[in-house]
């Protein structure tokens, strides 16, 4: 019984952090709740995308649609029904959650559908019509309020529900991964005539994918709209699609840990250069001339790094140069740059604040971890504490 | 009962007609082969068999039930499987992890349990991967079991490949060029992989090989295909010498 007994703790311990959390930021600013929810969604549906696009490998780029559908399915339930429920908010809470899952993978089902037919780039271009199909139907459909959007009662704030969903989320994915089960939807990734001819039927796993993906996005939605009270058809564009997207990109696709990291980071990144401050308490600024000499020293810093990565067979003193070598390249072209460009008067007088150059910034790095990194952050591995036994294994070792 | 019947198989391809009206039979325990120049039909008479293509007339047998135009993954349940001329390996996942997606036919347990970690569908997951690690110590894979299995050599990919074939545990096993790319030792070593599984898997084997010397000493008999026609049937020493077979390898005589 002792796999019970691990199982019930660790889903007590599971209840128990995201209670805790909402505890520790209950005591913090409204902003930093805010981020900790979104951080938290992004979570769930970057993880849920990773199901889809990268362990089964179906190019879906309407990851926002189930988003929506979740979320008005909530809504709307919330408006009609919840009066005459009478269910305190949270317990509806769940139950909406629940209901929107259903909506949800109702629409993933419909999608999946031509995935049977469709690969790469074609099924691409559907997922994306698909997207936005839904947020213009909604947008022209007075009952869901249309484009003025949908007023939303009860309004419940629970970071700890938030964070369930991410944690459900993720465990679900590990475990498809760590059991036999999972495989099919592997194997259709990497080749679906051979897939089917060792009997998969690629059919089902491409099907299921998309069905639990849009689960949980769909879930995720009717927490978001729950915590707005307030939802627009705006708020799902196809902007959300290619944020999700980046995300399971950027952290690697068909890596649970990398979507994990990647829509943390994503998420935060903006609103840590947003509330950048300079010694005296201001926002920080930069003159025109210092940014010129950011982007030309990004430009010689990547130059240089891209060395590390590019060839397996170097030794690992080797990269580390050719890290360093990149950073400090960077960093003098960039402070001899800055020198020559701040002569130019215009340049000079131009102050930029650095909380305006956010989404400047954040395409950058995208851009330069696309550059040294093509495979994402994680590649298609998992994170995992390995290294740290093995570090601590050859300390050992030595001083033995 | 023979295990397998073609009976003129055809497939045409707008006005190309690849296999035309094929008929051969194979009996269970079985050592065929299915020889041609290039561009005789052969891949593609295997693609018929295992539902790639679903023929444009005649009829395929399988065990008594016609099965031309079952999907893929059908064919694969009722107890046919095969390697791929080029080799369609998953190859990101590790040289376990293929065999284990062909013993995944014999996966019993629910997705939901899967999903929810459960002790049968980890029990499951253990006993698939023991059986496909027996596998791997048939065609001896097992010390790199581990291995991302695009990180192969080229001669252990095809192994590979006939391992994950075998492992969903089929009555009639086709091996598509087996021993293309691999130097004389590998090939050897390979002729006798292939009688053990016959011998000791009880599998019926059909092969496609450009190999002469490899398919007479293997064959009991063979088929000869020739710009999708059927040219000639027999045991190898009366193969050798068929004028006909002669004349499409070698071209006629002026």
Redesign the interface.
């Known amino acids: 019984m002792n796999f019970w007994l691990i199982r019930v703790l660790s889903i007590l311990g599971a209840i128990a952090g995201c209670a805790g959390l909402q505890v520790v930021a209950g005591g913090q600013s409204d902003y930093i709740q805010r981020l900790l929810i979104l951080a938290g969604l992004y979570v769930t549906l970057s993880v849920s995308l990773n199901l889809i696009n990268g362990i089964t490998g179906q190019f879906s780029i309407g990851h926002a649609a189930f988003y929506q559908v979740g979320a008005y399915m909530a809504g709307f339930c919330s408006v009609h029904y919840f009066k005459s429920s009478h269910l305190p908010p949270l317990v509806w809470l769940v139950v909406t959650m629940v209901v929107a899952a259903i909506a949800a993978a109702g629409a993933g089902f419909v999608v999946g559908l031509p995935s049977l037919r469709l690969r790469g780039d074609y099924l691409a271009i559907v997922t994306l019509g698909f997207g936005e199909i839904i947020r213009i139907q909604v947008q022209n459909t007075p009952a869901l309020g249309g484009s003025y959007g949908m007023n939303i009662e009860p309004k419940v704030q629970s970071i700890a529900l938030v964070w369930l969903l991410a944690v459900l989320c993720v465990a679900v994915c590990r475990n498809l991964l760590k059991t036999a089960s999972g495989l099919p939807f592997l194997a259709v990734r990497e080749d679906e005539v051979a897939s089917s001819a060792m009997g998969v039927n690629v059919t089902r796993a491409k099907v299921t994918a998309f069905v639990l993906g849009s689960a949980f996005a769909g879930s995720a939605g009717a927490l978001l709209a729950s915590y707005e009270g307030f939802i627009t058809p705006a708020t799902f564009g196809m902007d959300v699609s290619f944020i999700i997207l980046t995300m399971v990109v950027l952290g690697g696709t068909g890596s649970i840990t990398g979507s994990i990291f990647a829509a943390v980071f994503l998420t935060l990144l903006p609103e840590y250069l947003r509330g950048l401050k300079d010694a005296s308490g201001g926002p920080l600024t930069l003159t025109g001339g210092t940014v010129v000499a950011w982007m030309i020293g990004v430009i010689f810093a990547v130059a240089v790094l891209r060395h590390v990565y590019e060839d397996a067979k170097r030794s690992r003193l080797n990269r580390l140069c050719f890290g360093i070598g990149g950073v400090v390249v960077g960093l003098i072209v960039q402070a001899i740059a800055s020198v020559m460009m701040n002569k130019i008067g215009a340049l000079h007088d131009k102050i930029i604040m650095i909380g305006q150059l956010r989404m400047a910034i954040f395409a950058v790095t995208l851009i330069v971890l696309m550059l040294l990194r093509p495979q994402g952050v994680f590649a298609h591995h998992e994170f995992s504490w390995d290294w740290v036994g093995r570090l601590i294994g050859r300390r050992r070792r030595a001083t033995v | 009962m023979s295990l397998l019947r073609l009976d003129s198989a055809t497939i045409k391809f707008g006005g190309l007609v690849a296999v035309n009206s094929v008929s051969f039979e194979l009996d269970k325990g079985d050592l065929f082969g299915l020889i041609g120049p290039n561009g005789a039909g052969k891949t593609t008479c295997f693609n018929l068999i ?1 539902g ?1 293509y679903k023929p444009t007339s005649g009829v395929i047998t399988f065990r008594g039930k016609s099965i031309g135009g079952t ?3 059908k064919i ?2 009722h107890g046919i ?2 390697t ?1 001329q080029n080799i ?6 590790s040289v376990l ?1 293929n065999v ?6 014999r ?1 019993r ?1 629910g ?1 939901f349990s ?4 459960l ?1 049968s ?2 029990n ?2 253990n006993r ?2 023991a059986e496909a690690m027996e596998l791997l110590k048939v065609v001896n894979l097992a010390h790199v079991a581990d291995v991302r299995s695009a990180d192969l050599s080229y001669g252990m990919q095809r192994r590979l490949e006939i391992a ?2 075998m ?2 545990q089929p009555e009639l096993l086709l091996l598509d060029e087996p021993a293309a790319g691999m130097n004389p030792l590998e090939k050897e070593e390979l002729l006798v992989m292939v009688k053990k599984i016959r011998d000791e898997h009880g599998m019926t084997v059909l092969l496609i090989e450009h190999d002469m010397r490899f398919v007479m000493n293997l064959c009991e008999r063979i088929v000869v295909l020739d710009h999708g026609e059927e040219i000639a049937q027999g045991p190898p020493s009366a193969i050798r010498n068929d004028p006909k077979v002669i004349a499409a390898y070698l071209g006629e005589a002026v």
Not at chain 2, 100 to 105: P, S
């Open positions: 295992t790639v999907p893929s993954s694969a349940a499987a095969r791929f369609r390996l998953f190859r990101a996942l992890e284990v997606v062909g013993g995944y036919l996966h347990t997705l899967a999903l929810a970690y002790p569908s980890i499951e997951t698939l991967r994950r074939a492992a969903t």
